[in-house]
């Protein structure tokens, strides 16, 4: 999207995807720290291209409960922080293209249908660093997994992700 879109070129994407390969680090943050674009050019993006709303999770008031019942590497791995939940629908803030194995876990496992929020990578990783900090064998873990994800771009989303997240946006939630 951010290549069609004119914001990167297709070069600097696939010096982003190098990089992301060889540290392990989410994608996102490969494009912020390489100063490709910022990090509000980058959830502006998101938030346009998938009209979802933006959040900054560090304002918001969370129970530690929720935090706790996802797994810690998890959190970090997809960066995301969930919010609050109201009846069968949990509102999360991500750092990112929403991950079809996170709108999966949130909506299985879980048993909620996730409402999801926008939100930079600094304070989404901000409030994580808070309420979930990682051991550092955690760190190397989660390290680990995105090295693996970066093989596979696991940060679009599927048509049926997309299908989900609009139905989502207006108003008609799809049914478990």
Known sequence: ???ADGILTEEQLKDALDIQKETGKPLGQVLV????????????????????????????????????????????RYQ?????????????????????????????????EPMYFV???SSVMRTL????????????????????DAGRISRRISSRTSTRISRRISGRLTPK
């Open 1 to 3: 999207m951010l290549v």
């Open 33 to 76: 720290e390489q100063r490709y674009l910022s990090e509000e050019a980058l959830a502006k993006a998101i938030t346009e291209k998938y009209q979802l709303p933006f959040i900054d999770p560090s304002t918001y008031q969370i129970e530690p409960d929720l935090i706790k019942s996802f797994p810690v590497d998890m959190l970090y």
């Open 80 to 112: 995301f922080v969930p919010l609050d939940t109201m009846g069968k629908v949990m509102i999360v803030a991500v750092a990112g293209i929403i991950d079809e194995t996170l709108d999966d876990f949130i909506q299985n496992v879980m048993g909620f």
């Open 119 to 121: 939100a930079t990578v």
């Open 129 to 148: 660093e808070k309420m979930a900090p990682l051991t550092e064998e955690q760190r190397m873990a989660v390290k680990e997994k995105v090295k693996e």
